[in-house]
């Protein structure tokens, strides 16, 4: 860890340096032709001094300038000599750790030609199909190795990686239209399944879809959720509700959030987790705290939120890891990492099996949610007497967020977590944010769907 990395910092400051080592790829065909195939890498830092009034923030596209922007920020600051003392920076950890998991499998010695195949392959499917009008396939991966260090002795060095595809496709047939995506994604390129059979079996699951699909009839339903669906769901609904920051210097809000209040059904636990391997993997947050398995809600009661070391001094909490950032242009805010609802204890044939009436959602166009959620589904079917039927149009599943968790009664007793592969979590200017997401099946009963 030595080098230029070893910085001298300014006395009665607190001074914290992030450093990353950025490498990833895109590569886009449209029709087979290709439209895209680049790659971008690049070593950049974020510089932060605080002299217990206010922050300065400083970034960089030149390593080797980091101590003269260290230097310039200093010079703004006020010399505080108990900074040490000053609560928000006793919250801070020291951590000296490396945590290097992508040394021999690392994405930056794939060759682009075996980028590019992996995406060829899919291509005489795709061609062959007469339902499917217009289509699209997208590779990406990224690499992240970023360094750590603080005036109160942080020395943290870790890496993060993954990789994946989509293939998105436009079905037409007369007047009826519909689009949904097919996509996997692993942490190394090696075990990247192209699932060639499963992908011919979604694009018959999407062309019964558009031949058979019938518009819905709207009303209140019992409806289970996909744990893509229950993934999107926890993270749109109840996620953002659990980043501190957002209830900062509010009372009634900080009453309304009071640890202990009962949020939700008794069965219903929601857990943020940065040490799960997938795009929400973050073993150090951006502040150098150690990631942390962090409950939400567990057995349907308000247990924790997510902190950075600002929220967690201001709400008199712990750290949990969350304080993040897009990149190295901008400072950390609370974020979630990997969120997800915990298994039940049905399984999946006996959670279909008790519903009579009801739809279940397996695929989601997006979603969105503060105090009220929406869902808008994409492959979607009626449940009747228990067994999947017919599929159905639905434009959207709406719900009170409050009201809706107390609904669940029931969750299978398997978790399947997701990453999408494109995009990621938007707040404040910082988007996209790799985040992971997922769930059991979850039933909830009276849901609004139109």
């Known amino acids: 860890m030595g080098g230029r990395n070893m910085f001298k910092f300014p006395k009665s400051l607190y001074t914290d340096v992030r450093i990353e080592n950025v490498y990833e790829t895109q590569i886009t065909y449209t029709l087979g032709e290709i439209e895209e195939s680049k790659i971008r890498s690049y070593e950049a830092a974020f510089i932060r001094v605080f002299d217990g009034d206010r922050w300065y923030y400083g970034s960089t596209t030149n390593v080797d300038n980091i101590q003269d ?40 010695k794939i060759k682009m030609n075996e980028k ?31 360094k750590f260090f603080s005036s109160k002795g942080s020395k943290v060095i870790h890496d993060s990686q993954f990789t994946g595809f989509s293939v998105s496709m436009n079905f ?32 018959k699951k999407c062309e ?49 959030w009071a640890i202990g209040k009962k949020v939700g059904s008794n069965i219903l636990s929601i857990v943020d987790d940065g040490n799960i391997p997938g795009r929400g993997y973050v073993p150090f947050d951006d502040e150098g705290t150690k990631a942390k398995k962090t409950y939400l809600i567990r057995n349907g009661l308000l247990k924790g939120r997510l902190h950075s070391a600002i929220t967690a001094n201001s709400l008199r909490e712990n750290l949990t ?34 519903v009579e009436n009801g739809i279940y959602i397996e695929t989601i166009k997006h979603g969105s949610g503060m105090s009220t959620f929406t869902i808008a589904p994409s492959i979607a079917y009626y449940i009747k007497d228990g067994k999947i039927t017919e ?52 039933r909830v009963n009276n849901l609004n769907v139109q």
Not at 69 to 87: D, T, V, W
Not at 116 to 142: A, G, M, Q, R, S
Not at 224 to 251: N, Q, R
């Open 69 to 108: 922007e260290i230097n310039s920020l200093a010079s703004y600051a006020k010399p505080n000599q108990k900074i040490n003392n000053n609560p928000i920076i006793n919250k801070l950890q020291k951590n000296t750790e490396e945590l290097i998991k992508f040394q021999n499998n690392n994405i930056t």
């Open 116 to 146: 590019h195949n992996l995406l060829k392959k899919f291509f005489p499917i795709l061609k062959e199909n007469k339902y499917i009008k217009h289509w699209k396939t997208i590779y990406v991966d990224n690499y992240v190795k970023k």
């Open 172 to 203: 037409s047939h007369e007047d009826k239209k519909f689009s949904d995506s097919f996509q996997n994604s692993n942490v190394v390129f090696e075990n990247l399944d192209t699932k060639l059979e499963e992908f011919k079996d979604f694009i």
């Open 208 to 256: 019964n879809f558009l031949l058979n699909s019938k518009p819905v009839k709207p009303e209140k339903y019992t409806v289970i959720l996909s744990p893509e669906a229950a993934g999107v769901f926890a993270h749109e609904s109840f996620g953002h509700k659990s980043e501190a920051d957002f209830m900062i210097g509010d009372t009634t809000m900080e009453k309304e």
């Open 321 to 354: 890891g969350n304080a993040r950032a897009v990149s190295f242009e901008y400072e950390p805010i609370v974020r979630m990492t990997t969120t997800y609802i915990e298994s039940g204890n049905k399984t999946k044939e006996e959670l279909f099996s008790e």
């Open 391 to 442: 599929p159905v149009n639905i434009s959207v599943v709406t719900g009170n967020v409050m009201e809706t968790l107390e609904e669940i009664d029931g969750l299978s007793n398997e978790v399947e977590l997701s990453n999408f592969i494109l995009g990621g979590c938007g707040k404040m200017e910082q988007n996209p944010l790799s985040v992971g997401f997922g769930g059991p099946y979850v």
